[in-house]
Each structure stands twice: as structure tokens, then as C-alpha cells.
């Protein structure tokens, strides 16, 4: 039995006519390129309009709610966080984006008297709601006692975390959380401060709380 292949089965040889039998290799390889190169750009046309369309398409409701005393309306996209809600369209920047994950308080908000993390609160939830922010606290010059507090003890160091701190600390006093330092450091817990001011927040909340 012959080891050679039959010749039909062999590459032609380099350099050889290919035009005589179907395309050559060259056009095959051009032709595909072309098409591949459409198709890509095809793809990417698709991505982009899919994307406008998504955009386009996003959900939206109109909302009214009450925000340290005002009522606004507003129409905001379905997942616009309380905390954009109040920074981005509101323009009241005193809620901190810290980590937008739930896990540090910076954005610690009041909503009908309750301590939230607003950066996991959508906006659509809202409707008919009373927000305080730290904005809120004060009446005109007038601190609110917690935030006098915050300064006589001088409780901050970089400040970005005081927001968050105050606002919850008004929520801990109203819950009624305030019957010891270790109280109102566990009902606090949910507010980190990186300068690690925690002994004199405490303290301040427990100076308003009436306890020192
Ligand atoms: Fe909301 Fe950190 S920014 S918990
Ligand atoms: Fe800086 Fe608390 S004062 S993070």
C-alpha cells in the first residue's frame, strides 16, 4: 500500500494559479476579513443602539416628598438612590457618599423619624415621606444640640463622616438608645469614622442626652 497521498488531495503549491478552480485563498481570506469586519462593526452598532435604547427606556416616576420641612416633586429615573435624590437633584450635599454599599453611614438620613442608609434607599419608595437631613437640623444660626455638642467635644477630625454621625445620633436619642456609653456606642456602630473620633462622639451624644 502506497504511503503518498492521492495528488488531488495536497495543497497546491505556493505560488501556484489559484484563480483557475473557485476563489484563491487570498480572496477567501480578504473576503473573510470583510465580512468578519462588518460583523464587528455590526456587533458594535447593535451594542450601541441596545444601550441607547436602554438608556432611552429607563423607567421614571414622579415623586413628592418632604424634605427637611419642603415639599418638592420631582421625576427621577426608577433607580436613583435617596442619596442622589438629595445630592444630585436637590443639591443638598451634606449626606456623604462613602462607600454607596450600606456599609459605613455617611449617608445616615432620617425618613419619617427613622435612621436609614440612603444610599440604598430608592427614591421611589418616597412618595409622601418626611426626610431630614443633616441640612434639616439646624434652625437657622441656630445649631441643633447635638451638633453644639459635636463641637464642645470636639468630635471630628476630617469631618466627612459627621454628617452621618449626627443624623444618627438624633435618631439614637429619639429611639431612646442613650442609657449608657456602651449603648449608644453599639446603637451607633453602624456609623464608622476612619480618624477614630468614636470616645468623643459618644460623649457627645451622651452630653445632649443629658447624661454627663
Ligand atoms: Fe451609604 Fe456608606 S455611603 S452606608
Ligand atoms: Fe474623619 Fe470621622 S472625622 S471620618
Known sequence: MSSELPESALPPPTGANESTSGPSRRAVIATSAAVGGVLVAGATVLAGSEEATAVGAAPSSRLSLTVNGTRRTVTVDNRTSLLDLLREHFGLTGSKKGC?????GACTVLVDGHRVNSC???AVRLQGAEVTTIEGLSEGDRLHPLQQAFIDQDAFQCGYCTP?????GVGCMEEGHTGSAEEIREW???????CGCYVKIVRAVEQTAGRS
Not at 188 to 194: E, L, T, V, Y
Request: with cysteine.
Open 164 to 168: 452621618g454621625q449626627i443624623v444618627s
Open 100 to 104: 454607596n454599599a450600606g456599609a459605613c
Open 188 to 194: 451607633m456602630s453602624g456609623n464608622i469614622c476612619r
Open 120 to 122: 440604598l434607599t430608592l
